[in-house]
């Protein structure tokens, strides 16, 4: 309501209005402001006043007290012996020849033993009967904690007697305490702390004195007060905080009602305070008058300044704005258009002057901005006629309103042809009346719309477009037209038929050629199948015998032989060694192909590592008369790795500097290359001082079936796969390989790995080929064991091995036979050949997994078939290990102490 009411007046007038209502504000807040201050002031300083009253009074009334104790305590040992208490007649003599401290007590004085019994007394204004000296709380402590003692005011129940009690202790030389001194105060009576607060405090204030341990009046001004209770807690603000211990003043609504200023001071030598109180309006009359009269005067200026700020207001604002009034009607002239557009006259360098000097840059700046719009409106009308894409706009009844250049003279019409007419009449096929393109307008919500037509020329031919629409549409949403985009696409059309054409020989050459890469791979997987059927059948053709002539060897060497036989045994077990390391090398190298080999991981430990490399190939280094050394740092972090896989590689190399060697030495080292918290990269180098290799071969070395001399004359062996294998492992293990010769001097070969460390605890190293024997006879004596194989040999190699540690030994040719045998009776172990007539290995496996008693039984694997998928397959039908013929006694008692310990 106030700004419908300002908006409808002037701008002088509501500066005006605005002048002097801030004015009047500040006269107000100025005069209530003082009169605020000033009440402050007042109560801050007649509180500081009350307050000095009370300190006043409570110093008169803690020096009273103390100046009693001090005659007391005098008395007590000037005028009263200790003979005298066993003399109540010279005690109660004495007492009445005391004038001087008898005047200090109005309610008399008596004597007391130490157990409270009144011995002598003069009393006064509360009568014979006086008070019963062991039943006063202050007699009794004075005695028993030997000091004077200020009593608590009390009535009594009997006399209905006011009274206030100071005790002394009497004590003897020594300092024993006899009994007690007493004076008594008549609080009824007239006393020293009622002369203390008999005069008023104003006209209408007073004073009290206050016990606040029992919260009970002990003197007033007002008389009726005396030995009534203080307001209890909550009834008086400050009387609360009195009872808590503040000295101060403050103004509270006491608890008769009556708002008052009062003061409090303690009194140390009784624990009590002192009060002065004065109602606030005594306290505060000086300044009503004066506050009505700033009041008043405030008033009467606001009622003259008023007009007056208004007058001056008016006058300022008529100068102040007489340029913009004269800007305002030069404003109007040219907008009228009764003079041109110039800039307005600035007569003056304020404010004012600053609004028309920057109305006449805006003046500036907008003609500047015309004359810019001009020149774009004309190049936008030469970019929208110059475009190479058609464009129209389409009134709400779909009359084309606008159309560019381009479009005339693609369709062959001029402006004045096109104009006026809906777009419907210019499109092939269109049926579509004027009433229908206006609910099709009219029916259009989406933003953009795009579709393709093709449109008749002039001169009938068609020529097609893809045309882009959006709405238009006014400030309230409604459509009101179309813009239109045309492109045309006839070339484009033209260039799709002949990439159809195309596409379309192109798919029968990718179909024809997909089909010759189909056979070829077919051909491709047929192949690489008949090889791994080939190299497991040849691999397990070639194991079987030679795991019975490793086995007979082993046997026969066990037996009595002589010099000359064990020689020759030593020579057929090394040339099987050698068959088998073949074999093993040429399967290595077809599952690195395939990309079959698996890393296992394990515990590497660097040192060991070494050291078996070096018992493994000390014999055939000692046979040449070459030195086998070892160069690597003492310690080692434990690493986890392949440690076969690594054993394999150092021996590969430690095999071929020894086979190039004929004297000197080999070096095996080990060296730390980087490493982090999580992994390192070691170096393992092998170093010989053997015939070294010519530059021109040095790049075929670790090319398979590749050797340094291929001549049909070499002097040494060998397949030329061991470098190839160990290139492969070192790069599974995230390294390389490398060599450096010089003819006639020597070679190095090294090779990298990255190793990640180990954190988990050591483990025990496994136990010799003899410790495992005396293991299963110590452990396992007659233990029976059913070995199931389709080979005699193979059987009695393996009865006559396990025989020899005292364990029963059974044998079956086939699956079939050995399901027979179970059923019969129980065994410790079974092992299992994979391929043998009637029923093989995996169905003998999984037809005595099926039987509840040998659900559990230990059956191991023991087969010539090597490549990994067998050994899944052996797995997957329920067999627990797999021992790869042939084997040794070492891999044979170490598999059955491992199953056997389960």
């Known amino acids: 309501m106030l700004t419908k009411l300002l908006d409808k007046l002037s701008i002088k007038a509501q500066v005006t209005l605005f002048a002097v209502g801030i004015l009047v504000v500040c006269i107000w807040t100025m005069a209530f402001y003082v009169e605020r201050m000033l009440h402050e002031d007042i109560q801050r300083h007649l509180g500081e006043q009350q307050l000095s009253t009370a300190t006043m009074m409570a110093q008169v009334i ?43 007590f109005n309610g008399g004085l008596f004597v007391a033993d130490v157990r409270g019994r009144m011995l002598a007394s003069v009393q006064k204004s509360l009568g014979q009967q006086g008070l019963r000296a062991n039943e006063t709380e202050a007699v009794m402590t004075a005695i028993s904690e030997a000091r004077p003692v200020i009593g608590r005011p009390s009535v009594d129940g009997e006399t209905s007697a006011q009274s206030l009690m100071i005790a002394i202790p009497l004590r003897e030389a020594s300092g024993k305490v006899l009994g007690a001194l007493v004076g008594v105060t008549d609080l009824a009576a007239t006393n020293f702390l009622e002369r203390t607060v008999q005069s008023g405090y104003g006209k209408t204030g007073g004073y009290l004195l206050i016990d606040p341990v029992q919260n ?63 109602p606030v309006e005594e306290a505060f009359a000086p300044i009503e008058a004066m506050k009505r009269r700033l009041l008043g005067g405030a008033l009467l200026f606001s009622v003259l300044a008023g007009p007056l700020a208004g007058w001056l207001s008016r006058r300022l604002l008529q100068r102040l704005f007489a340029p913009i009034m004269t800007a305002s009607l030069a404003v109007s002239d040219q907008v009228g258009g009764a003079r041109p557009i110039a800039p307005l006259p600035v007569t003056r360098r304020d404010e004012i002057g600053d609004l028309i000097s920057s109305f006449n840059h805006l003046l500036e700046v907008l003609n500047r901005r015309e004359e810019a719009l001009q020149a774009s409106e004309a190049e936008f009308r030469e970019l929208f006629n110059d475009i190479p894409v058609g464009y129209h706009d389409l009134d709400a009844a779909g009359r084309i309103v606008r159309i560019n250049r381009t479009e005339l003279k693609t369709l062959g019409y001029a402006e004045e042809e096109m104009l006026g007419r809906y777009i419907w009449d210019f499109v092939e096929g269109s049926g579509v ?24 020329r002039k001169d009938g031919t068609t020529i097609p477009a893809i045309i882009q629409d959006k709405c238009w549409r006014d400030k309230d949403g409604k459509v009101v037209g179309m813009r239109s985009s045309m492109m045309y696409i006839a070339e484009r059309k033209k260039a799709e038929a002949e990439l159809e054409l195309h596409r379309h020989h192109l798919e029968e050459l ?38 019975g002539i490793i086995g007979m060897t082993h046997l026969l060497k066990q037996s009595r032989v002589t010099q000359v036989q064990a020689e020759r045994l030593d020579k057929i077990d090394a040339a099987a060694s050698h068959l088998l390391h073949v074999i093993d090398d040429i399967l290595d190298l077809s599952k690195i192909e395939a990309g079959k080999l698996v890393l296992d991981a394990g515990p590497v430990d660097i040192p060991a590592l070494l050291s078996t490399v070096v018992s493994i190939m000390d014999v055939r280094a000692q046979a040449k008369g070459l030195v086998l ?91 030329g796969l061991g470098l190839t294998i160990t290139r492969r492992i070192a790069r599974m293990m995230g390294g390389e390989t490398g060599a450096e010769s010089a003819p006639g001097v020597g070679s190095t070969f090294w090779l990298t790995a990255c190793l990640v460390k180990d954190v988990s605890p050591p483990t025990s190293v496994s136990a010799d080929m003899e410790s495992l024997g005396t293991i299963l006879r110590q452990r396992y004596p007659g233990r029976r064991v059913l070995v199931v194989d389709d080979e005699p040999m193979n059987l009695e190699i393996a009865c006559c091995m396990m025989g020899d540690v005292g364990l029963c030994v059974e044998t079956a040719a086939d699956g079939d036979q050995a399901i027979g045998m179970v059923r ?22 999984r037809q005595i997994r099926a039987l509840s008693e040998h659900a559990s039984t230990p059956i191991l694997a023991m087969t010539a078939n090597a490549f990994a998928e067998d050994k899944v397959r052996c797995l997957e039908a329920g067999m627990n290990d797999f021992i790869v013929k042939p084997f040794g006694p070492q891999i044979l008692f170490s598999t059955l102490v491992k199953w056997l310990e389960r």
Do not use: C
Not at 436 to 448: C, G, H, Q
């Open 62 to 104: 803690d020096d009273e007290l103390v100046s009693r104790v001090t005659s007391m305590e005098r008395y007590a040992s000037g005028r009263i012996e200790p003979s005298m208490l066993g003399s109540p007649a010279s005690l109660q003599l004495r007492l009445e020849q005391s004038p001087a401290i008898l005047s200090l």
């Open 216 to 278: 009970l009046i002990i003197a007033a001004t007002d008389r009726s007060r005396v030995m009534q209770p203080a307001p209890a807690l909550g009834r008086n603000a400050m009387h609360d905080k009195y009872l808590r211990g503040y000295e101060g003043f403050g103004v509270a609504e006491s608890s008769r009602g009556v708002v008052e200023l009062s003061a409090a001071k303690g009194v140390p030598m009784a624990g009590w305070f002192a009060v002065a109180t004065l």
């Open 433 to 456: 009346s004027r009433q229908a393109v206006k609910e099709k307008l009219a029916e259009i919500r989406s933003v953009e719309n795009t579709f393709e037509r093709n449109f008749r």
């Open 510 to 547: 990718i179909a024809s050629r997909t089909a010759e890469l189909t056979l070829a791979k077919a051909e491709a997987v047929a192949a690489n199948a008949a090889k791994s059927t080939f190299l497991a059948n040849m691999s397990h053709e070639i194991r079987t015998p030679l795991s």
């Open 629 to 719: 050394k070892v160069e690597a740092a003492s310690e080692f972090p434990r690493f986890v790795g392949d440690v076969t896989r690594l054993r394999q590689a150092l021996l590969n190399y430690a095999g071929n500097a020894i086979k190039f060697t004929a004297a000197g030495s080999i070096t095996l080292r080990a060296s730390i290359l980087e490493e982090t918290d999580d992994v390192a990269v070691l170096r393992f180098d092998v170093q010989d001082t053997g015939i070294g290799i010519a530059p021109e071969a040095m790049s075929r070395l670790f090319t398979p079936f590749e050797q340094a001399d291929a001549s049909t004359s070499r002097r040494y062996g060998g397949t």
């Open 824 to 845: 019969k009776s129980p065994y410790a172990l079974i092992l299992m050949d994979m391929q043998m007539p009637r029923m093989d290995g995996l169905e003998a496996t």
